[in-house]
């Protein structure tokens, strides 16, 4: 996992450093630093150095089937259902308020979100879910007069 | 003299009933920041600063600097009763803080680290009312040359100090300066990776960048890593039998500790990069090596809980000299400090201390009121935190989702920028699987617009040629002064993760 987050941090690299060479230029009319300056610097620098953390990335992998320590780059073992779910229904929150505003959606989020991480206690669950968003609600829109998402789809009628 | 009346000035602004209440409001934020796991004052700032939108500037910065500081106050409850430092300038709280509540005197343990976060930020605030307009005076004569060297020494120094990873550190930063260049070109008016989207024309927004990385990707890694499941079963009752005040041998024995902690950490804090967890872990290390009973070390030593609490709050002061003075943030929290500054239109540097006189000092005199506040907050309100401590992570994790996510909406009405942030948080998770820098990144957005507007007005004045950098004293000096940080840094970290390293092989 750890070299396909890298590859793709490296194909970020080539893209940036691919519109820094092709649309921005090194010099203005005049002969000052252009546009394309500092991104040019930037991308082959993050391309360069992404290739050699590449390669050591592999080297360890190699170390690592050889029956050698795991690098220190390693990622630490842990959980990646817990994670990639709460990232999940992280962005399932952000689609929810595009349609149904910011009350309504953290409503729905935190009741989904709470009954998948602390099943059973369905009394609490409830009150955090109705009461949090109240005081966000309170918080954000009342008190510090911020802007809370809209709804496209206008459930209340407030 | 000058400094006396103007810290009186500052006072005068600081000591409003409504920014009492910010600065009350923002000493208890902070702390209960700090108290959960894995989110320190970076996380708490970026969350906490689209709720300030709404204040003064001065009750704003305030409040602000507040929960900077007092998540730095809050961060040790957790390493001293639940072994769990609250972020990593707290790691080194766990050495002995923990040994001293299983021995039954957590009560003292708490009480003492209130004591020396306190004489270590006020030692702290008392070095920036003397430095900070000597610092201000000195670079009046910074050109652009300089501050592009300043920034540049900003960014070596965090890389040299992330140590072996410094590959990731790299990339890090450069991804945070590929950001920061997206935008209109100010000087040729050209867009620069806006793809015709006109949300992106005036640049990538620091705020959900900041939110994302350090709020989401930090909670999706607590997840991760399972914090969710851990609860609060490991937690150390304080046993109300036992004697909950330190004794007068626990201030005696520690006098020195908080003298000399105060001004290590201070000046740790001050070298952009360094900061409080590499002050603390130092502190650590020079009072067992000082110390004629070092194998009590470890063992529940009061000094070895004094030591480094009092210099990590040191440095949380010692950041703010390059902050208010050059305009440069040598950490991520002085880097949404610095975001802040900027949504009110101020801009921290040389001339700040002179143009804004009543924000500068007011802020400075607020910094020792709020350490008082925190003193009295750490003290009594222990019980409090406890409770917090209890609430179970995975009813946390939620909340922190909904706050982070409307808070950044509330900043632009984006929806844009609130999916921004929903990205950074899955790529600060990625980022810090893998051993990668957000801190870098952070830094290096803010940093990297600023970085290349110095060097090109550098450039142009010089002509192109590189040699101007050569050819003033001040930025000599700035050269040599990064010469010998890098040379030295990585030693004093060395210090440091040995230090580390010794108390986890003894226990």
Same mark, same amino acid.
């Given at each position: 996992m750890r070299i396909v987050f890298l590859v793709a941090v490296l194909g970020g690299a080539v893209f940036y450093s691919y519109i820094a060479f092709v649309d921005l230029n090194f010099l203005t009319r005049t002969g000052r630093l252009g546009p394309g300056f500092?991104?040019?610097?930037?991308?082959?620098?993050?391309?360069?150095?992404?290739?050699?953390?590449i390669l050591d990335a592999l080297r360890d992998r190699a170390r690592v089937a050889a029956g050698g320590a795991a690098g220190a780059d390693d990622a630490p073992a842990g959980s990646w259902g817990d994670a990639v779910k709460l990232i999940a229904l992280a962005l399932g929150y952000a689609v929810l308020l595009r349609l149904f505003g910011g009350f309504v959606a953290t409503l729905i989020y935190l009741a989904a979100t709470l009954s998948l991480l602390n099943p059973g206690r369905h009394v609490q669950n409830a009150l955090v879910a109705v009461l949090l968003p109240i005081f966000v609600y309170i918080l954000f829109d009342r008190l510090l007069n911020a802007n809370m998402p809209p709804a496209m789809f206008e459930l209340l009628p407030f | 003299m000058d400094i006396f009346s103007d810290l009186v000035m /500052?006072? !005068? $602004?600081?000591?409003?009933? %409504?920014? +009492?209440?910010?600065? +009350?409001?923002?000493? *208890?934020?902070?702390?209960?920041?700090?108290?959960?796991?894995?989110? /320190?004052? !970076?996380?708490?700032?970026?969350?906490?600063?689209? $709720?300030?939108?709404? *204040?003064?500037?001065?009750?704003?910065? *305030?409040?602000?600097?507040?929960?900077? #500081?007092?998540?730095?106050?809050?961060g040790t409850i957790t390493s001293i009763l639940l072994n769990t430092p609250g972020e990593s300038a707290t790691v080194a709280s766990t050495f002995d803080g923990f040994p001293l509540a299983k021995k039954g005197r957590a009560g003292p343990a708490l009480v003492m680290q209130a004591v020396a976060s306190f004489v270590g930020g006020t030692v702290g605030v008392i070095l920036i009312t003397i430095l900070a307009p000597l610092f201000s005076q000195v670079s009046r004569s910074f050109g652009p040359p300089e501050y592009f060297l300043l920034a540049a020494m900003g960014m070596l120094t965090l890389i040299v100090m992330i140590g072996t990873n410094w590959k990731l550190g790299v990339v890090s930063a450069l991804i945070g300066f590929a950001l920061g260049t997206v935008g209109v070109d100010l000087e040729?008016? @050209?867009?620069? #990776?806006?793809?015709? !989207?006109?949300?992106?024309?005036?640049?990538?927004?620091f705020i959900p960048i900041a939110i994302g990385l350090f709020g989401l990707g930090e909670l999706f890694y607590a997840f991760y890593s399972g914090l969710h499941k851990t609860g609060s079963g490991g937690i150390i009752q304080i046993d109300k039998k036992a004697r909950f005040w330190p004794d007068a041998q626990d201030f005696i024995s520690t006098r020195w500790t908080m003298a000399r902690h105060s001004v290590l950490g201070f000046v740790v804090g001050v070298i952009p990069g360094a900061g409080a967890t590499i002050a603390s872990l130092m502190a650590y290390s020079t009072e067992r090596s000082l110390s004629k009973t070092p194998e009590k070390f470890g063992q529940g030593e009061m000094a070895g809980l004094v030591a480094p609490e009092t210099a990590n709050n040191a440095a949380s002061s010692g950041a703010m000299i390059p902050l208010l003075t050059l305009g440069i943030p040598g950490s991520a929290s002085t880097a949404v400090l610095l975001a802040a500054f900027m949504l009110w239109g101020l801009r921290p540097g040389p001339l700040f201390m002179e143009q804004n006189p009543e924000l500068a000092w007011g802020l400075i005199a607020s910094m020792y009121l709020g350490n008082m506040v925190l003193l009295?907050?750490?003290? &009594?309100? %222990?019980?409090? &935190?406890? @409770?917090l401590i209890k609430v179970? #992570?995975?009813?946390?994790?939620?909340? $922190?989702v909904v706050i982070c996510t409307l808070g950044t909406f509330s900043v632009n009405a984006s929806f844009v920028e609130t999916y921004l942030m929903f990205a950074a948080g899955i790529v600060g998770f990625f980022m810090r699987l893998y051993g990668f820098s957000p801190a870098a990144l952070v830094l290096a957005l803010v940093l990297g617009p600023l970085a290349e507007e110095a060097l090109r007005q550098t450039l142009t004045i010089s002509r192109g040629s590189f040699g101007i950098f050569l050819e003033r004293p001040a930025s000599l000096w700035i050269i040599g002064v990064t010469v010998v940080l890098v040379l030295i840094l990585p030693l004093l970290g060395r210090i440091g993760s040995k230090a580390g390293r010794a108390e986890k092989a003894g226990g």
């Open positions: 500092f991104p040019r610097i930037i991308g082959v620098g993050m391309a360069l150095t992404t290739i050699w953390v | /500052g006072l !005068s $602004v600081a000591i409003t009933p %409504i920014n +009492l209440v910010y600065l +009350l409001a923002g000493a *208890m934020v902070g702390m209960v920041v700090g108290v959960i796991p894995g989110f /320190g004052p !970076s996380a708490g700032l970026a969350i906490l600063l689209p $709720v300030t939108f709404g *204040m003064d500037p001065v009750g704003a910065i *305030m409040m602000l600097a507040a929960i900077y #500081y007092g998540a730095m106050y809050g040729t008016g @050209q867009g620069r #990776y806006t793809f015709g !989207s006109a949300e992106l024309i005036g640049g990538i927004y009295a907050i750490s003290v &009594f309100a %222990i019980p409090l &935190f406890v @409770q179970p #992570y995975r009813i946390l994790g939620p909340a $922190v």
